[in-house]
T-cell receptor
């Protein structure tokens, strides 16, 4: 059972435009959500997170939105840059500290 | 301020051999987590350790896999009698002792079983 899902395996965006990556979860016990970026042959790099008591968190070009009633979160990157091309993972955390990851979305930003 | 260190970066083992993967957490971090990533999949939690204690091993296969985080030295993930299905990228992450949800990952060890 996949508790965290990223339904789009890939996304292609023009440089300068907005990238929107989506994530859905099923477990209502999750209370913290994170986004990681991963390049090939490297470990995931933490990008931004949000607590379940908030609905938005912003850090520079990155904004995460959380809709608890829909069990949905999204990561907005604006403006998108070619260096943003990577695989993005959504992750969720509950009481147990462990992270449950989605399957990832490959973002390609075209110059 | 060194990040999470993992070694080796690449490890090749024949079926039946043992694999030992090492992880040194970030300075000041006392919580260590191991995750496995199979090709074209997301990361899957294996085990959560604090110094000298296994806190949660619910994601660890019951046989052949073990993990430790001794008082001194790195955390070790040990896989005995490896099989081809163990081929994957193994990532270690660490977090500070203050209950932070953010985990910081190492570069991973790519295990290939031939």
């Amino acid at each position: 059972d996949q508790q965290v899902k990223q339904n789009s395996p890939s996304l292609s965006v023009q440089e300068g435009r907005i990238s929107i990556l989506n994530c859905d979860y099923t477990n209502s016990m999750f209370d913290y959500f994170l986004w990681y970026k991963k390049y090939p042959a490297e470990g995931p790099t933490f990008l931004i997170s949000i607590s379940s008591i908030k609905d938005k968190n912003e850090d520079g070009r990155f904004t995460v939105f959380l809709n608890k009633s829909a069990k949905h979160l999204s990561l907005h990157i604006v403006p998108s840059q070619p260096g943003d091309s990577a695989v993005y993972f959504c992750a969720a955390s509950g009481a147990g500290n462990m992270l449950t990851f989605g399957g990832g979305t490959r973002l390609m930003v075209k110059p | 301020n060194a990040g999470v260190m993992q070694n080796p970066r690449h490890l090749v083992r024949r079926r039946g051999q043992e694999a030992r993967l090492r992880c040194s957490p970030m300075k000041g971090h006392s919580h260590v987590y191991w995750y496995r990533q199979l090709p074209e999949e997301g990361l899957k939690f294996m085990v959560y350790l604090q110094k000298e204690n296994i806190i949660d091993e619910s994601g660890m296969p019951k046989e052949r896999f073990s993990a430790e985080f001794p008082k001194e030295g790195p955390s070790i993930l040990r896989i005995q009698q490896v099989v081809r299905g163990d081929s994957a990228a193994y990532f270690c992450a660490s977090s500070p002792p203050t209950g932070s949800h953010e985990q910081y990952f190492g570069p991973g060890t790519r295990l290939t079983v031939t």
